[in-house]
């Protein structure tokens, strides 16, 4: 029998298909989970800060120790003077795999105002001596077991160990509910009045000059003529803001409110005179946005302090695990990174200082200046090689340069200013990358107009590369310094310490303080290092304010991209 | 008139003096770079001499039997690729002797031998003889493609690094094969497998003898953690990249990149937490069902290089998979729309067009993020444990290199010390390996970029 070709092929073509349709499937699912893979981390990172009970076991007995012990004491009572409980009951659950099967029990704690009463808990194959018991607050007690396998402790419900006198644990209190609290808090205001005047001016000026109308632009028209004026009454404002709110840090914001108002005050009314003498009406808003957000963006920066401002002038956010308080070796729960949130700040701010002028100086020399020869090859590779060395290897090198005295070594000790260094050297590479890029992407018909007016090479550099580069060059010092707050691998090799209890000096090396440091991820390397799952609660919080921060800082180097992409194209 | 027409006095200098400025400002990058090497050199010269002084440079025994080993096998079979590639190279029209068959068979016969080959990586003990059968083939593949060539005039003529490469390989194989018991300072240190640099002895500054400095046992385990992080981070990673290339809408990708980026921004340590917290414990469930079964002879740790395997994988996806959307990317649209209407399906020329053509530039990601994975300290210090001893169990705990300088320096370590000098000269040899590594992916990445 002949086989009918026809029907053959189309047989092996729809099984062909489904093949196809099977794996182009496949290969898009590959990729999902990958992605998925990487939200459920981010995900499960932030679980642990919710887990707030206690979790242990108790070790099995043996014929060297009879009686194996674990120890619980909670600080605050959870009932009050007539015995009735304040907060949910604290129960935990206890589990084993007895000779009879799975065992578990509940046993319910009741923690009482009279410090030193105790009661112990004997667990046997029996079960437990008694299924309530009442202790005094901070009063340790024991659950001893005389099994010889592993008995399991797990908090059921009720406030944990080291929870307040309301029955919340403080890591809550930094995740869920901080100490927000909205102009008035406990019966006063919580701004002062100078600061809010200028945010709200701010604002204000920002959304007339966002969406002008002829009628929101009338008042401005009294101000022609009085410039002087308007600076001088504006400069004292800021100075008193900052003078009478004590130099905190919404003062200051406050004050930097004040005076971003006066610069785009008189860049409005200026270009409002430019445009009404050149008989052109005043809500053309293309043009009134250009006179004043001419190339400074001064409407980019003044929405972006309007809203790092709100979370300290009228929102009054008050982070106490950021900004207040140091590690409680006693206390997991009580403890804070506020040591470790300082001296990131101080470790970045000196290595920005440092790498940005160096490296974008030498993106400038290699991109506008140099001929392609040898050396200049070989800085080029050098510098694609360097943004690949291991991190840990910046920071034998710091070790050896900066901290160690003797032979090449600069001897500045453990401290922040080596820290500072050593980072600066290893954003380098990562900035000069980044700022190549970004001039390479100047047009050439920038450069060569430049030219044909006339301009000598370090004009165009600096009138017309740069300006147009300089976003580009901006983002990538954000994300190189993003990169390198995250970095703690260099920093444990120059020596950043485990405990640090009062705020880090920048200059220690220098003028003979304390040197001691330390920054956010090590904190975490080091809480996570700890034994106690408590002191990893504290980890997962550290780590998602990390996470927050470098997302924060992210973010604005992705709006400056958006925004200065924007304005190119239009 | 002829006056006016003169170039005006030029005001060069401030100009000049701006570029030399830029110039010391770039000269910085050398600097930078000459201080590492310089550092890790000086301080690992001073180890090696003073292992040295007790133990001498480099001795082995010579033993020829060896060459009837399984490495005496690789050897051989280098040797084998080497004559092939030379003949290839220098006596071409000795190629028109072997058949047609030999060098273009069937392709699933083509298939069926590179999946053993990638079968045999777990199967085979010796490293060396696995990597000699690769060469084999490749040098196979190299021949039948510069036979296809002939007379077209595209054979690279003077191609010389395959020959040399292999030269060294076969050297290599051959003094391994043919020699043993490794001592002195870089005998010990390159070829031995044991590392216990803090050894008892009751004046720490010095050196003593139960103290043994094997790289290897550091070495192997970070190999372990690097390929397994490949392992987890490739598929998922081109996956990814395939997916976002050439599935996704414009609108997804729009916002799927950000977020990769922002995934490539979170920090080694958080990772190295989450390793620790989540990822351990459940290596550990996988490992006590192998323990029961038998197949593994040690219950599993909690720490283990499969931990960090998976968590230092996840750190290089994003790396592998926005390197590889835009290697896909850079691929000319001309050849997809052309392989569309010769009647490919979509997942046909997203397989064997656009992969054939970015599959350098994927290779470069690889390579990259090998390195990244190599240097990676944090999350395998956290992941990986603190035992330096290498063992083909991978559920039990073990040691990489960056994770003993970050454990080793996390002491009071007094300068000139024994243990602060060996952190140097485990330092040199991480510089020199990830170095390597980055040269090389950057030279196929540029060589990637030059054929688009």
């Avoid at chain 1, 997302?551 to 991209?561: E, G, K, P, W, Y």
């Avoid at chain 2, 530039?361 to 390579?367: K, Q, R, T």
């Amino acid at each position: 029998m002949k086989k009918d070709i026809d029907t053959l092929k189309k047989r092996s073509r729809r099984r062909r298909d489904v093949v196809e349709q099977a794996g182009s499937a496949s290969l898009a699912l590959s990729g999902l989970v990958g992605m998925f893979f990487l939200v459920v981390l981010v995900w499960q990172i932030a679980i642990p800060t919710f887990i707030d009970g206690e979790n242990g076991e108790i070790s099995a007995a043996s014929e060297f120790i009879p009686i194996s012990d674990y120890v619980l004491e909670w600080d605050h009572p959870n009932v009050n003077e007539q015995g009735d409980l304040k907060t949910e009951p604290i129960v935990l659950t206890i589990k084993w795999e007895g000779q009879t099967g799975a065992q578990t029990h509940d046993l319910e704690i009741v923690v009482t105002a009279n410090r030193g009463e105790k009661e112990d808990v004997q667990i046997s194959e029996e079960g437990l001596s008694t299924t309530s018991i009442e202790v005094g607050k901070k009063t340790k007690f024991y659950l001893k077991s005389v099994l010889d396998v592993p008995v399991s402790v797990e908090q059921r419900s009720g406030p944990v160990p080291a929870a307040d006198a309301s029955g919340n644990p403080h890591v809550s209190s930094f995740v869920v509910s901080g100490d927000v609290a909205v102009l008035i808090s406990n019966g006063s205001a919580v701004f002062e009045p100078l600061e809010m005047a200028g945010w709200t001016s701010l604002l204000v000026l920002t959304f007339i000059v966002s969406r002008p109308t002829e009628r929101r632009l009338a008042p401005l028209v009294h101000c022609y003529g009085r410039e002087r004026q308007i600076r001088g009454i504006i400069l004292l404002l800021a100075i008193f803001t900052i003078v009478i709110g004590q130099t905190t840090l919404s003062a200051f914001l406050g004050g930097l409110c004040w005076l971003l108002f006066g610069v785009a005050l008189l860049r409005t009314i200026e270009g409002m005179e430019r445009l009404q003498n050149q008989g052109r009406s005043l809500t053309e808003v293309k043009r009134l946005k250009h006179s004043i957000s001419d190339r400074e963006g001064l409407l980019l920066w003044s929405r972006m302090l309007l809203v790092s401002a709100c979370f300290f002038i009228p929102l009054d956010i008050d982070i106490p695990f950021l900004t207040e308080r140091y590690q409680d070796i006693f206390q997991p729960y009580a403890s804070g990174i506020r040591s470790a949130f300082f001296g990131t700040v101080w470790v970045m701010s000196i290595a920005m200082l440092v790498s940005m002028p160096i490296s974008i100086g030498a993106a400038i020399y290699l991109e506008e200046y140099a001929a392609p020869t040898r050396t200049t090859k070989l800085i080029q590779a050098l510098v694609t090689n360097l943004a690949g060395v291991p991190s840990i290897v910046f920071g034998m090198f710091g070790l050896a340069i900066f901290v160690k005295q003797g032979g090449i070594g600069l001897g500045l000790g453990p401290s922040i200013l080596a820290a500072g260094l050593t980072m600066g050297v290893m954003a380098m590479p990562i900035i000069v990358l980044a700022s190549q890029e970004a001039l390479r992407s100047v047009p050439r018909s920038l450069r060569e107009s430049a030219y044909g007016v006339g301009c000598t090479q370090w004009q165009v550099v600096k009138d017309h590369v740069l300006p147009s580069a300089m976003p580009g060059i901006m983002t990538g010092s954000i994300l190189a310094m993003s990169r390198i707050m995250g970095e703690a691998a260099p920093l444990v090799v120059v020596g950043a310490a485990a405990l640090v209890l009062f705020d880090p000096e920048p200059l220690a090396a220098l003028t003979g303080g304390n040197l001691n440091f330390t920054v956010i991820p090590i904190q975490i390397y080091f809480w996570t290092s700890e034994p106690e799952h408590a002191w990893h609660s504290m980890a997962a919080a550290a780590s998602i304010a990390l996470i927050l921060l470098l997302i924060a800082m992210n973010s604005i180097a992705i709006v400056l991209r958006q925004h200065f992409r924007k304005r190119l194209n239009s | 008139m002829k006056k006016s027409l003169k170039p005006v006095a030029q005001k060069r200098a401030p100009a000049d003096r701006v570029r030399l400025l830029l110039f010391i400002t770039s000269l910085s990058v050398i600097f930078i770079t000459l201080g590492i090497i310089q550092t890790l050199l000086f301080e690992a010269i001073t180890f090696f001499r003073e292992i040295a002084g007790v133990r001498g440079w480099f001795s082995f025994e010579f033993d020829p039997k060896g060459v009837m080993s399984q490495t005496g096998l690789g050897a051989f079979l280098f040797m084998l690729a080497l004559m092939m590639e030379w003949i290839s190279e220098h006596r071409r029209h000795y190629l028109a002797i072997i058949s047609e068959q030999i060098l273009f068979p069937p392709s699933w016969a083509l298939r069926s031998i590179y999946a053993l080959l990638i079968i045999a990586v777990v199967v085979v003990n010796s490293m060396l003889l696995w990597a000699s059968t690769v060469a084999l083939v490749a040098v196979w593949r190299r021949v039948a493609k510069k036979h296809m060539l002939r007379g077209t005039g595209n054979i690279d003529q003077t191609d010389r690094s395959v020959t040399i490469a292999l030269g060294c390989c076969l050297f290599f194989s051959l003094f391994i094969a043919t020699t043993e018991h490794y001592g002195g300072a870089f005998g010990e240190f390159f070829f031995q497998n044991q590392w216990t640099p803090a050894g008892a002895c009751a004046d720490r500054r010095s050196l003593c003898e139960n103290m043994n400095f094997g790289v290897n046992s550091l070495l192997l385990t970070t190999l372990q953690v690097a390929f397994g992080a490949l392992f987890f981070a490739v598929p998922l990673g081109v996956g990814c990249a395939i997916y976002l290339s050439e599935y996704a809408s414009p609108r997804l990708v729009s916002v799927v990149k950000p977020t990769l980026e922002l995934l490539a921004g979170i920090p080694s340590v958080v990772y190295g937490f989450f390793a620790f917290i989540y990822i351990g414990p459940l290596v550990v469930e996988l490992g006590e069902v192998a323990y029961t079964n038998g197949w593994i002879d040690q219950p599993p740790n909690i720490l283990n290089p499969i931990n960090g395997a998976i968590v230092v994988g996840v750190m290089i996806l994003p790396l592998v998979a926005s390197m590889s959307e835009d290697a896909l990317r850079a691929v000319p649209n001309e050849l997809r729309e052309g392989s569309l209407a010769l009647g490919a399906t979509r997942i046909e020329t997203t397989l064997r067009v656009m992969l054939q053509a970015a599959l350098s530039g994927i290779l470069a990601s690889i390579i990259l993020a090998l390195s990244r994975a190599v240097g990676e300290t944090m999350a395998v210090t956290l992941a990986v444990g603190t035992v330096a001893v290498y063992t083909s169990n991978m559920f039990l705990p073990a040691q990489t290199m960056t994770a003993y300088i970050a454990q080793r320096v996390g002491g009071d370590l007094p300068f000139g010390e024994i243990g602060y000098l060996t952190i140097f000269a485990v330092g040199l040899y991480l510089f020199i390996i990830t170095l390597s590594l980055n040269l090389l992916g950057n030279k196929v990445l540029s060589a990637y970029r030059e054929a688009y």
